[in-house]
């Protein structure tokens, strides 16, 4: 969508023009991915990759042999996944995302950096599963600077200085929490630079199961103050590193092309019956670039794992007035999981029609180890319509909060859900889970632009929702609550 007159127009373009943007709220879709860096001797300036983004661009399945360089990444946003950092004077450098939204690290490494592992300001950093060896400095916070900084599941290895080193602490926007970090030879946890305060490590090896710094209110009705909780104990030996939080894809080898199948996704066909065939068919199933119309809720195996590439220019959807979703009912999904299992969704955008009040993009009943990764659910912002739906917000058939929410788990419900972003105001939520105990771990959802609720949880038990965006938006969500 249109954000007006570039602000500041970066300076290092070749050749210099006003016209370019250096990001906005808009940039969408920005991805790279299976692609290796090495910056050789005499580059101290260099970077491997500038990736200022908004919603929906990844980094993923990376190495940086940084060398000399200044950094593997400068400027971040939206979600990194499987990323290895080696030398350079600092991993990734950054301040905060072009929209101003979170931007989270899951599953990756960094090792010899000169100056730190990480440099940042203002980027609302959520780290899972990251490991960070042999430097000074694991996270620095650039001074007269504040960040909301959340690790779980972090690693510090031989780092010298500090494993944090927190600036502007005593700002309303400094608030640094950890869930299950571990350490060793790292002599200081938390160094604060204002104060100098240091927060010491429990010995050679340590964990630490909670810690918290911001400001803490005791109550309602009391005034705040700063403080720092933690809860710290001394360990024998270093536990072995977790499993991935996000789990590898089946070798491109196994995947069966959709296309092969008898399946179009040329926007005109009904593939409805052809997709349904394939998946029953076939356990990984890739569907290539397309608008793949269906007229009934297609049903996964237990065991399914759907691969698209690209959210945007890959969708399963919905005609308007699909007779099956019309009338009044319960939801009726578009894609719907098995009950238990290990399913996967990935890649994939899902779009359930201007006008079909039954609908609901994704039912979800699988099982803790299952996941969907890097779905866009489509109407609202940065969607391209199909022409076999073309119904959009602008046309009074289309009913803002009009069908169901176009993420649901229930019935036992659960997974990994990362990289989700859910902002059609025709549903009523952009994600909802209900009456489950199965495990669930969300990592990077932003949903957004519903007219009641962005996030709704109902009889729900030991579910995680790390660096969540949710967006009280002035046009058609002035009145949502969060969750």
């Given amino acids: 969508y249109r954000v007006g007159k570039a602000p500041v127009p970066p300076r290092t373009s070749v050749p210099f023009d006003p016209a370019i943007f250096d990001a906005t709220s808009s940039t969408f879709y920005s991805a790279l991915s299976n692609v290796d860096f090495r910056i050789g001797a005499g580059n101290a300036g260099a970077v491997a990759v500038r990736f200022r983004v908004a919603q929906h661009g990844y980094l993923r399945h990376v190495d940086f042999h940084i060398g000399s360089g200044l950094a593997g990444v400068y400027q971040a946003g939206n979600e990194f996944e499987n990323l290895r950092f080696f030398g350079g004077r600092y991993g990734i450098m950054s301040e905060k995302t072009s929209p101003a939204w979170q931007f989270t690290l899951i599953d990756s490494e960094f090792q010899g950096q000169r100056n730190a592992a990480i440099r940042e300001h203002e980027v609302d950093l959520t780290l899972v599963n990251v490991a960070i060896r042999d430097t000074p400095v694991g996270i620095e916070i650039d001074r007269g600077y504040s960040d909301s900084l959340w690790g779980k599941d972090v690693r510090f290895e031989n780092v010298s200085r500090a494993g944090v080193i927190v600036s502007a602490e005593n700002s309303v926007f400094t608030q640094i929490g950890f869930d299950n970090a571990v350490a060793s030879n790292t002599p200081t946890f938390v160094r604060f630079r204002d104060s100098g305060k240091t927060v010491a490590g429990a010995g050679p090896r340590y964990r630490v199961s909670d810690f918290s710094y911001g400001l803490k209110l005791a109550g309602l009705g009391t005034i705040g103050d700063y403080a720092t909780d933690i809860q710290m104990a001394p360990l024998a030996r270093m536990p072995a590193r977790r499993t991935p939080a996000i789990r590898a894809m089946p070798p491109v080898r196994d995947w069966a092309n959709a296309h092969d199948l008898g399946v179009k996704g040329d926007d005109t066909t009904d593939d409805t019956a052809a997709l349904q065939r394939a998946i029953d068919t076939h356990r990984v199933l890739y569907l290539p670039v397309g608008r793949y119309r269906v007229t009934d809720t297609i049903k996964l195996r237990p065991d399914s794992v759907l691969i698209s590439l690209h959210p945007s220019l890959t969708h399963l959807y919905l005609p308007d007035e699909t007779p099956a979703y019309m009338g009044v009912g319960g939801p009726k999904a578009l894609l719907q999981s098995a009950k238990g299992g290990n399913a996967v969704v990935s890649g994939l955008g899902l779009w359930t ?101 962005e996030i709704v949880l109902d009889n729900v038990e030991n579910w995680e929702f790390l660096a969540p965006q949710t967006e009280q938006e002035v046009r058609d969500g002035v009145d949502a609550i969060s969750t």
Avoid: C
Avoid at 368 to 381: L, P, R, T, Y
Avoid at 396 to 414: E, K
Avoid at 415 to 428: D, E, K, R, V
């Fill in 353 to 453: 029609g201007g006008v079909n009040p039954r609908a609901t993009a994704l039912l979800w009943k699988a099982g803790e180890a299952s996941m969907v990764n890097d779905v866009k659910i489509q109407g609202g912002g940065g969607t391209l319509l199909t022409k076999g739906s073309p119904i959009g917000f602008g046309d009074p058939r289309a009913r803002f909060d009009g069908q169901h929410p176009s993420i649901w788990v229930t019935d036992g419900g659960g997974g990994t859900f990362a990289a989700i972003w859910s902002p059609n105001t025709l549903a009523s939520a952009g994600f909802h889970v209900s009456n489950t105990k199965t495990p669930g771990h969300v990592y990077e959802l932003s949903a957004e632009h519903h007219y009641r609720a």
